[in-house]
């Protein structure tokens, strides 16, 4: 028979008393909430003169942006996701151009294997179609095939993690301009002020709302009327992708 196992105060949050009596073991939550937190710090570096997204100063930026509409509950975590996107672009920008040289090296190496493999594909024919071949020059044809198929399984099998090797940040989208991260920015805005339902009017707060925020973002000031534009833009081309 299994004795039955008493689970740990931590897993119930009580634990019995002497006497029966049952008292509750669980501290109370002292941590202020994340809406009393305006100053966490980014998760990334910013560009040189630019400071991290907070609370506190996207507090300030939306008292314009929004005009006298309710400014959302939860601006640590908008401020949040727009310093992981500034980060992933700066690391795009910054370092994509040597990454996107080492996967062109990479792309070489496999077109060269491949001549290879072609190149050793039409031997083989010849080897075949030779009427008379000496035992000498068998067994050469055989040995450089043989050693030929041994570097190709150590290249498939080698763990290749040295700096001049390709990384992730050579498969990332290029990041070029304010264009590409745009429409992230305002979907995260957009989900920030939910319930509201904002539209992409060119006027509109979130349009705005990128705009104001861009030149922390990337350096550059576009137009509210080029986001808004742009925005639609967006949300045309996926609406054609989705039929």
Same mark, same amino acid.
Request: charged share 30%.
């Given at each position: 028979?299994? +004795? +039955?196992?008493?689970?740990?105060?931590?897993?119930?949050?009580?634990? #019995?008393?002497k006497g029966g009596e049952? #008292?509750?073991? $669980? +501290? %109370?939550?002292? @941590?202020?909430s994340t809406s009393?937190?305006?100053? !966490?710090? @980014?998760?990334? @570096?910013f560009w040189p003169g630019q400071e991290p997204f907070t609370a506190a100063n996207l507090e300030k930026l939306l008292d314009e942006v929004l005009k006298g509409q309710a400014v959302p509950s939860d601006l640590v975590t908008l401020a949040y996701? !727009? /310093?992981?996107?500034?980060?992933a672009f700066r690391l795009r920008k910054t370092m994509g151009p040597e990454s996107r040289n080492k996967q062109a090296t990479a792309k070489r190496v496999r077109e $060269?294997? $491949?001549v290879l493999q /072609?190149?050793? $594909? &039409?031997? &083989?024919?010849a080897f075949r179609s030779m009427e008379a071949i000496s %035992? +000498?020059?068998m067994k050469a044809e055989i040995r450089l095939y043989q050693r030929f198929c041994l570097f190709l399984m150590a290249m498939q099998k080698h763990d290749f993690q040295l700096n001049m090797d390709i990384d992730e940040i050579a498969l990332m989208p290029e990041a070029e301009s304010w264009h590409q991260i745009a429409g992230m920015i305002a979907d995260a805005f957009m989900i920030a002020m939910h319930p509201q339902k904002l539209g992409l009017s060119n006027k509109g707060p979130v349009a705005r709302f990128v705009a104001v925020v861009m030149p922390a973002m990337t350096g550059e000031s576009p137009s509210i009327d080029s986001v808004a534009q742009h925005l639609k833009r967006r949300r045309f081309q996926q609406g054609q992708s989705k039929r």
């Open positions: 028979m299994t +004795k +039955k196992r008493t689970p740990p105060p931590g897993r119930t949050g009580r634990t #019995k008393q049952r #008292k509750s073991q $669980a +501290k %109370p939550n002292t @941590a202020p009393d937190q305006p100053n !966490l710090r @980014a998760r990334v @570096a996701d !727009l /310093n992981d996107i500034h980060g $060269a294997i $491949a /072609n190149f050793f $594909a &039409e031997r &083989e024919q %035992p +000498k020059t």
